[in-house]
């Protein structure tokens, strides 16, 4: 089976719809996916990419980044490097007031019992090891 790597552009188009062209192109990807005729991986740095696009480049608020963003991992169609890091990034994302890629950073350290090494207080906070 064919396996395709996804990058940043075509979740933006599937996720804003600005583009009707390439938005149309991308659901086709994503169906056809879904029907287990191929398969799509995702890299973790597109996942960082996305969030930093849709934040700073769209001007999204944080709650509508989270929405979209839970979008693309709950999708059992993708394969996303690191899922689970993610989704509780996320989670952690909804809750507290700092970057998504500090986020990702203690969701990593609980996972994996990591000690994390940071001058950063709050994230010595959250991480408590």
Request: with cysteine; proline share 2%.
């Amino acid at each position: 089976m064919r396996t395709f790597l996804v990058d940043t552009n075509a979740f933006l188009r599937f996720l804003l719809a600005d583009v009707p062209p390439q938005t149309k192109d991308v659901k086709s990807l994503f169906l056809e996916a879904k029907n287990r005729k191929i398969k799509l991986f995702v890299p973790s740095i597109v996942i960082f990419e996305i969030i930093f696009s849709l934040e700073k480049y769209y001007g999204l608020d944080k709650k509508t980044v989270g929405q979209k963003l839970d979008m693309i991992l709950s999708s059992d169609y993708l394969d996303v490097e690191n899922r689970e890091a993610f989704l509780l990034g996320l989670e952690i994302y909804s809750q507290e007031k700092i970057s998504f890629t500090d986020c990702y950073l203690v969701a990593r350290s609980r996972l994996k019992e990591y000690s994390l090494f940071t001058f950063d207080q709050k994230l010595r906070k959250l991480t408590a090891n």
